[in-house]
């Protein structure tokens, strides 16, 4: 630490356009350090979901350039919903059975509900991105440099290969190979899936739920959350979208299995349940689509760096469950942490191996989240020691603080 260095000049190459990729970018971008940012996908995926930004949603403005700080607005499910408001009203956790609310946690600077399809759009706004890239192996051509190299043939090399690559980050495997690198499948029947309803109800269900996170235990060993997705049209509630999010433990060989009967699974489970759970799955239509899925976790451990050229953020570096809501703001942490290590670098007050090094053992660091999000996902699933959990000591604080 604080050795002088030459300033160096960097090249980073951000794999994975999702909330850690687009979030390194900006940074890197505003810093004026050359990158490029590459992603897969060659079409948007049609999964989506929502993420509550509490913690991490000053760092993720600080990372942005100003003028794209007003469009966080037009990354949320409902764009007229207020950051006050939806602070106020901070994260629901009611009891399953009556309906009642267990605990209402609040973050004294605020949440942001985000829509994660629209937040990748919006936000890589004025990046150099690249699509239809997706990155296969990593090889190093000389003592400073690494060699991205992609399923469509292509290669690019650069300084540093940050893998932002989600979940099952091809990174990681580059960096540990597929054994330490794979990730851990939890024991629970998850099903993760978008609804909608006639007028009526949906108005109904706007008005029950909580604006950003509305979830319960329920004594027989179960969690539900609703949630808004998309409101297209303002004025037209049979256009708005909602989702379920539902875990209970494997019980028999159709969980295990995960057997396409997804709807008539969960609605045999939904006897005891209070509104508004019971209603919305009542509601749904005989047709709906009730996608595989699976819970899967890593732990992050040490990696060799390469001398500092290769790393990990966001999911890359620790997935988790997301009954704690800490993914994405770890997301946006790592982020933070790593463009401030490159700055470092770059005005030479560091070298590249020591920013690196300190880095990569905060990332390591960050990871005890993802026992604290397993311990709060069996927790939804023992609604009588629910009381004790994480989520009643910590709130949705980032853990050590
Ligand atoms: C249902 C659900 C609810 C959640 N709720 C919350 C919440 O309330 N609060 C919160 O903080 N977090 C929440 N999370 C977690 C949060 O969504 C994630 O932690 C966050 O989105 C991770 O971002 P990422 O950029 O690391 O990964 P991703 O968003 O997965 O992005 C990875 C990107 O890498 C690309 N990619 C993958 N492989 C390759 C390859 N080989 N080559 C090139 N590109 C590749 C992918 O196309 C993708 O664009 C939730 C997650 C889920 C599923």
Known sequence: MGTVVEPKPLHIIVVGAGLAGIAVAHGLRKHNISYELVDRETTPRDRNWGITLSWA??????????D??????????DTSLSITDASAQGVLIRDGATGATKIRVLYPSGVRRMQIQKTKRVLSSGLNLSYGKKLLSLTYPTPSTVRANFADGTSTTGSVVIGCDGGSSQVRKCLLGENLAA???LPYAFMNFPFSLPADKAIWLDEQMNPSVDVAPHPKSMYMGLFLLDKPDLERPETWVFYVLVTWPIQDKEDEENAPNRLERLRAKMEGWADPYRSVVEWLSEDISIGADQLRIWHPRKWDNREGRVTLAGDAAHSMTFHRGQGGNLAIKDADEF???????????????????????????????????????????????????????????????
């Open 339 to 401: 463009v401030k290590a490159m700055v470092e670098v770059k005005e030479g007050r560091m070298s590249l191996k020591e920013a690196m090094e300190g880095y990569d053992r905060g990332v390591v660091e960050r990871g005890e989240e993802v026992e604290i999000s397993r311990l709060q996902a069996a927790a939804f699933h023992d609604y009588e020691n629910f009381d004790n959990s994480p989520v009643f000591k910590m709130g949705i604080k980032p853990a050590g603080k």
């Open 183 to 185: 990730q851990e499948v």
């Open 57 to 66: 949603l000053p760092l993720l403005e600080s990372l942005l350039p100003e």
């Open 68 to 77: 794209l700080i007003p469009s966080l607005q037009f990354c949320q499910p």
